[in-house]
């Protein structure tokens, strides 16, 4: 019979990512609804990490150590949290969608022979029953999913879908049980983490980013949103195809991959709007999208949108602010 | 050097999506296909290695007849034969499933390499590629953005978030999910087109039946719902669209 939930609770370089508080309230969540309890996962060399998650509401934080989880590897990753799952036998296990978790946790769920039900934005428990919500085709559909069959479902939240805030504190520190795990073999030998050399522009401070996308069609016309770029005092930067075709330095790209903006005013043209760029500038406080597709995902989270070609819409727009800054 | 590469066939970006009739999927009788995006660039560095190392580039796909004009262009470009994994019933299937299919297509021919795109641009599940690693005993890599196999050892840059990035030496063989980006995809030639022709594409049967073990299936596609109330301006028409945002950011949203 299994029981309870587990909860990922990912760090770097001895610091916990955020992004692991969201997970901590999603799980608690479905722990409520489900009347289950909620145990944190923290691997490392030692259990300096767990005690850092004690404060939150959990029945409680699971240490698994071995030298070799000094570093992040996938291998030693997969292989320890293995062990705790083979051990606790929970019902559902809970990460956040980040790059670490996607990078080892298809490898542990598939031990067990199944797949993850990744990148969620939602659930709902109903009945003991839950059905969890992702994105499909770029953010374009929702896909409500049922996991079935025997043995824990594995999920993933996508950054967002909770906020880490609302995890609930505990009254007394949850109880941190360090546990010696088994790793083989570590077939990949990792280096340091590094930054490329420091970005040259920092879209975090500027307070109007004119954003281009796959819309914007030949690098020459880039010229357009400079323009609109310059007459508003902003900066221009764009969705990661622009970057990746070398349209634009890489340092300009917002995202998941590039930088998480929250300027006063952003402006998208002819970006659709996949997930991958909506984390990177959501916050922004007026969102305007101009694309073709009255059904881009980008029109979710915009406050203004205009539907039509921005070849006609930008220069309008230049010229009208103009009149209004005479 | 063997290098297997994965890839998978997706409706164009900038299809318009129209929900299925049972509400499951979406309709795909009115659509067009293309590569997926990051398969794309797995292409393209597999084609990079083979010119250093030598060996063959060997296409893996699994997907209806359609998705052979995603592997016809991929020989086209310089692949050197392909295993075309025949499934009509696989688009809804489990990211699980799907490894399963692809690895047991590939694993008698013993690959020194396996690459493949990150994620899909449908399902978007990107657990396939370290599945299929998991299934066949390799080690893996995700979200390669640069690979050095200059010497002996096989070194891979991995994007990690924020803008972070770290170097990994790996054991061969190996698999890799390649992130876009990482080269500049080449074009087919119309030598490369002609050469085409005469390359192997081996139809292959799915180890399993679609559905079969499956953990986590689609009960219902719907369009998202909006999380903002979207002020749509100009009615189609460009000029004034343009001219009632101007006053809006202005008077409104008081940001210009």
């Known amino acids: ?326 | 050097m063997k290098i297997f590469v994965l890839m998978k066939q997706v409706p164009n970006k900038d299809a318009v999506l129209r929900v299925r009739g049972d509400g499951k999927w979406v309709e795909e009788g009115d659509l067009s296909f293309e590569v997926n995006e990051s398969d794309g660039y797995a292409l393209e560095e597999s084609l990079r290695l083979k010119e250093k190392k030598g060996g063959e580039v060997v296409v893996a796909c699994l997907g209806p007849q359609r998705a052979k004009s995603v592997i016809k262009d991929a020989l086209a470009r310089g692949a050197d034969r392909a295993i075309h994994v025949v499934a009509d019933d696989f688009a809804q299937a489990g990211p699980f499933a799907v490894a399963k299919v692809l690895a047991e297509a590939i694993r008698g021919e013993q690959p020194d390499l396996v690459l493949a795109g990150l994620q899909s641009d449908d399902q978007g599940y990107g657990q396939t590629g370290v599945i299929v690693a998991e299934l066949l005993g390799l080690p893996h890599a995700t979200i390669v953005i640069d690979v050095d196999y200059s010497s002996e050892q096989l070194r891979v840059k991995r994007e990690l978030e924020s803008g972070w990035y770290q170097w990994y030496t790996m054991q061969t063989p190996a698999l890799l999910t390649i992130q876009s980006g990482i080269s500049q995809i080449r074009y087919a030639t119309l030598k490369g087109i002609m050469a085409a022709k005469k390359k192997e594409i081996r139809e292959a049967q799915p180890a399993i039946a679609a559905g079969e073990g499956e953990f986590q299936t689609v009960e219902r596609v719907y369009l998202p719902l909006k999380q903002k109330q979207t002020q749509f301006l100009g009615d189609g028409d460009a000029k004034k669209g343009a001219a009632q945002l101007a006053e809006k950011l202005r008077n409104e949203a008081r940001v210009i």
Not at chain 1, 46 to 69: H, I, R
Not at chain 1, 138 to 165: I, P
Not at chain 1, 250 to 259: A, E, L, T
């Open chain 1, 1 to 326: 019979m299994s029981n309870g939930i587990l909860v990922f609770v990912e760090h770097r370089q001895g610091v916990i990512n955020k992004v692991s508080f969201e997970a901590v309230a999603a799980a608690q969540q479905l722990g409520a609804s489900l009347g289950q309890e909620v145990t944190a996962v923290v691997l490392g060399a030692d259990a300096a990490l767990a005690n850092e998650v004690t404060g939150f509401k959990l029945a409680g934080v699971v240490s698994a150590e071995n030298p070799k989880l000094a570093d992040y590897t996938p291998d030693a990753y997969a292989d320890a949290f293995e062990k705790v799952v083979r051990a606790r036998e929970p019902q559902y296990v809970i990460f956040p969608h980040t790059y670490l978790v996607r990078d080892f946790a298809p490898k542990l769920a598939a031990r067990f022979g199944k797949g993850l039900v990744s990148d969620c934005v939602r659930m709902k428990a109903e009945g003991g029953a839950v059905t969890f919500t992702r994105r499909l085709f770029q953010g374009k559909m929702d896909a409500d999913v049922v996991a079935s069959g025997g043995g824990a479902v594995f999920a993933t939240f996508q950054s967002g879908a909770y906020r880490g805030d609302q995890a609930e504190r505990g009254g007394a520190a949850a109880a941190v049980e360090s546990v010696a795990v088994e790793v083989g073999e570590v077939r990949m030998q990792p280096e340091a983490p590094f930054q490329e050399v420091k970005a040259a522009v920092d879209l975090t401070k500027t307070d109007v980013i004119i954003a281009i996308g796959r819309g914007i069609k030949s690098q020459e016309n880039i010229a357009l949103a400079q323009k609109l770029a310059e007459l508003l005092g902003g900066d221009i930067a764009a969705s990661r195809p622009i970057c990746d075709a070398g349209w634009l330095p890489i340092d300009r790209q917002i995202g998941s991959s590039g930088q998480t903006v929250a300027p006063k005013l952003y402006i998208a043209l002819g970006i659709s709007g996949a997930i991958q760029h909506l984390v990177g500038m959501k916050n922004a406080g007026t969102i305007v999208a101009v694309n073709k597709d009255a059904e881009a995902p980008i029109f979710d989270i915009a406050d203004y949108g205009i539907v039509g070609d921005l070849f006609e819409v930008v220069p309008a727009l230049t010229e009208e602010i103009q009149k209004l800054k005479g």
